[in-house]
T-cell receptor
Framework: AQSVTQLGSHVSVSEGALVLLRCNYSSSVPPYLFWYVQYPNQGLQLLLKYTTGATLVKGINGFEAEFKKSETSFHLTKPSAHMSDAAEYFCAVSSYMFSGGYNKLIFGAGTRLAVHP | GAVVSQHPSRVICKSGTSVKIECRSLDFQATTMFWYRQFPKQSLMLMATSNEGSKATYEQGVEKDKFLINHASLTLSTLTVTSAHPEDSSFYIC?????????????FGPGTRLTVL
C-alpha cells in the first residue's frame, strides 16, 4: 500500500523568500514520487518527478525536490518565491509494480501556497 | 507537452438528469485514461481507470452504474454521471497516459465543474 502526507495545508511566504513544501510518503515498494501544481479551476501540471538515480531532481519554474529514503520524504523547494507561484501543490506516489496493467497515482491532500509582496 | 482537453468545462444540470463529460488526448494516443474527482479544497480521488477497448476498473466505493466510463478510442474517454444528484457536484478531472508503466507521464485535462441543482 502507498500513501502520501503533506504537512501544512497552507503555506504563506514573502516574495523572494524560500519556499519549502513538505511531503512524506509510505510505500512497501520502491516509490516513484511526483510534485504537481494546480492553478484555480485548472488541471494539474507536472513540476518534477523522481524515479531512480539522482536523488535531487530539478523541475520547471525553478523548483527542485530531494528524495530522502531514510526520512521517507520528498520535500519541494524553491530558493526565491515569485507571485506567480501562488497555487495548490500536490505530492503523489506511484511505483513500477503493476496492478491490473496500470500504475495509480496516490495524491496527498495538497498544500496551498500564498505569496505576498 | 501533450495536451488533454475536457468538454464541457462547466455544466449545471437539474437533479435526476445525466451528464456526459468528454476527455480527449489531442496529440497522442492514450492507452490509459484516468478519471478523478476533486471536492473543494481537497485532493484528487481516483474514480476509475480505463484502458482502450476494455471495461473500466473502478476504485472501491465508486458506483460503476452511476459513473459510466467509456474508452472507445485511443483519443477519447467519456464519463457519464447518471441520474445526477446535488452530492455529485464536484470538479471532475481526467488524465491520459500513452503507456501502462509508471514512468509514462499522466497528462491532465483542465477539469469539468459539475453543479447539480
Amino acid at each position: 500500500a502507498q500513501s502520501v502526507t503533506q504537512l501544512g495545508s497552507h503555506v504563506s511566504v514573502s516574495e523572494g523568500a524560500l519556499v519549502l513544501l513538505r511531503c512524506n510518503y509510505s510505500s512497501s515498494v520502491p516509490p516513484y514520487l511526483f510534485w504537481y501544481v494546480q492553478y484555480p479551476n485548472q488541471g494539474l501540471q507536472l513540476l518534477l518527478k523522481y524515479t531512480t538515480g539522482a536523488t535531487l531532481v530539478k523541475g520547471i519554474n525553478g523548483f527542485e525536490a530531494e528524495f530522502k529514503k531514510s526520512e521517507t520524504s520528498f520535500h519541494l523547494t524553491k530558493p526565491s518565491a515569485h507571485m506567480s507561484d501562488a497555487a495548490e501543490y500536490f505530492c503523489a506516489v506511484s511505483s513500477y509494480m503493476f496492478s491490473g496493467g496500470y500504475n495509480k497515482l496516490i495524491f496527498g491532500a495538497g498544500t496551498r501556497l500564498a505569496v505576498h509582496p | 507537452g501533450a495536451v488533454v482537453s475536457q468538454h464541457p468545462s462547466r455544466v449545471i444540470c437539474k437533479s435526476g438528469t445525466s451528464v456526459k463529460i468528454e476527455c480527449r488526448s489531442l496529440d497522442f494516443q492514450a492507452t490509459t485514461m484516468f478519471w478523478y474527482r476533486q471536492f473543494p479544497k481537497q485532493s484528487l480521488m481516483l474514480m476509475a481507470t480505463s484502458n482502450e477497448g476494455s471495461k473500466a476498473t473502478y476504485e472501491q466505493g465508486v458506483e460503476k452504474d452511476k459513473f459510466l466510463i467509456n474508452h472507445a478510442s485511443l483519443t477519447l474517454s467519456t464519463l457519464t454521471v447518471t441520474s445526477a444528484h446535488p452530492e455529485d457536484s464536484s470538479f471532475y478531472i481526467c488524465s491520459a497516459r500513452a503507456g501502462r508503466g509508471a514512468l509514462n507521464e499522466q497528462f491532465f485535462g483542465p477539469g469539468t465543474r459539475l453543479t447539480v441543482l
